[in-house]
């Protein structure tokens, strides 16, 4: 067996092989026994028909293919070992000049592509400085105030201010026609939540029990249905019931209705309060400084990404999103049927990201083999140890979803990411 490769544009190229010898003899053979089993002809029980008989009956050209796909498989996994290639999709086959002697298959691939790697060390990004001020924690304790309140009707006659509850119907037309999901009866619409269309909130602030009133709203470009999407709609409005929020005294009375174990009085709920503040916004900072050092790096880079690269990484986060939707108890159906969106809008909405993250795991990779980046095998274990601590699951389990390999590499673009983080000016 003799392979070459080579590359055209877009990390497309041709892997050809050559096979001839024992290899091609044997696999026209295996072809041969393949059609003896299979075939069947008036007279004879499968498996039985003479071998004179066959041969006049099955073509050159059908052994030569049924040899070439009994051993694709085989050939292209040795080629792409000694060519040294990392392929990024399952390639197309063809073959050539087929003879007893040998056949030659030409494998068209798409390969990782070439990264040229710009600064990714040194880069000037900073991770923002975190504080927790004593008004950051007075706001969880308005949370709590408002998870206990209690919603109590305004006197009749009295206005609605923004945070009032006001209990209303409502019917919503365009062009003077109402549309699908415009109305609604008794919704308990709190002002300022901004749950609703932009400006309708606004509009209600004023009104009294009993009022009936016409709300003039533009929906968003971005509005899910695309019906919608930027049209002036009138919503009538008919108000039964407003309600004022009664907030509870804070004490530690009503820190004990939170059953936080260990958090009994408001001190201790400030305590821990700042310190849960404090460790979500350290995380928080490092989330944005780890996005903005890959983002840098990445962009400093320059790499013509394969089109098949970018459409996987969009199918496998669309059936993501699938999942995320079955887990919800609907149907990507339903979802489009209440949005007005289509498959193609969402994989469209998802590609941009979905570049981004192969652009980024591509320049990791190009990192992790510029600074030689190894990862031993007892990285990998205790990697898996891990694993199968966080997740509750048998190690050897785990093996099996996420291949040696698989966790290798992950573990050697973090130690990239690490590099780039810790050299920052």
């Known amino acids: 067996m003799k392979s070459s490769w080579t590359l055209k544009e877009h990390s497309e190229g041709v892997l050809e092989v050559i096979v001839d010898g024992d290899a091609w003899t044997k696999a026209q053979k295996h072809a041969f026994q393949y059609f003896k089993k299979n075939i069947t002809m008036k007279g004879f029980r499968p498996g039985q028909v003479p071998e004179a008989l066959l041969k006049k009956q099955i073509s050159k050209e059908a052994i030569y293919e049924q040899a070439v796909e009994s051993i694709a498989n085989t050939v292209l996994a040795q080629a792409v070992q000694e060519q040294k290639l990392e392929l990024v999709a399952r390639p197309t086959l063809d073959y050539k000049d087929a003879s007893d002697e040998s056949v030659t298959l030409d494998f068209n691939c798409v390969v990782e592509p070439e990264v040229t790697l710009g600064e990714y060390k040194g880069l000037d990004i900073h991770k923002d400085e975190v504080e927790v001020t004593d008004e950051d924690v007075d706001k969880e304790l308005e949370r709590v105030q408002d998870r206990y309140a209690d919603w109590v009707l305004r006197e009749e ?218 990862i031993s095998q007892e990285d990998v274990d205790k990697e898996y140890k891990e694993m199968s601590e966080l997740y509750k699951m048998d190690v050897n389990q785990i093996k099996q979803l996420l291949p040696a390999y698989q966790v290798r590499a992950d573990l050697a673009q973090q130690k990239a990411l690490e590099l780039i983080k810790t050299s920052v000016k």
């Open 157 to 374: 006659g009295e206005a609605a201010v923004e945070g009032d509850q006001v209990v209303i119907d409502f019917v919503g037309k365009k062009d003077g026609e109402a549309f699908e999901g415009g109305s609604g009866e008794n919704y308990p619409l709190e002002l300022g939540s901004q749950s609703f269309i932009p400006g309708f909130e606004d509009q209600l602030i004023g009104v009294k029990t009993g009022d009936v009133k016409d709300v003039n709203v533009t929906f968003p470009e971005d509005y899910q249905a695309k019906d919608l999407a930027g049209q002036d709609a009138v919503f009538t409005v008919t108000v039964h019931d407003i309600k004022y929020k009664e907030r509870p005294e804070i004490n530690d009375d009503l820190i004990k209705q939170l059953k936080r174990d260990g958090v009994e009085t408001v001190e201790k709920f400030k305590e821990v309060t700042k310190e849960d503040l404090t460790k979500e916004r350290e995380r928080q900072a490092e989330d944005k400084f780890t996005s903005e050092v890959i983002k840098a790096a990445s962009d400093n880079a320059t790499v013509d990404i394969p089109a098949v690269m970018i459409e996987n990484e969009v199918d496998s986060e669309y059936q993501q999103f699938v999942q995320r939707m079955q887990q919800s108890g609907f149907t990507v159906e339903q979802y489009y049927q209440a949005t007005g969106q289509t498959e193609e809008d969402m994989k469209a909405q998802m590609r941009p990201e979905a570049t981004d993250r192969v652009k980024n795991s591509l320049v990791l990779q190009a990192i992790v083999k510029a600074e030689n980046i190894e």
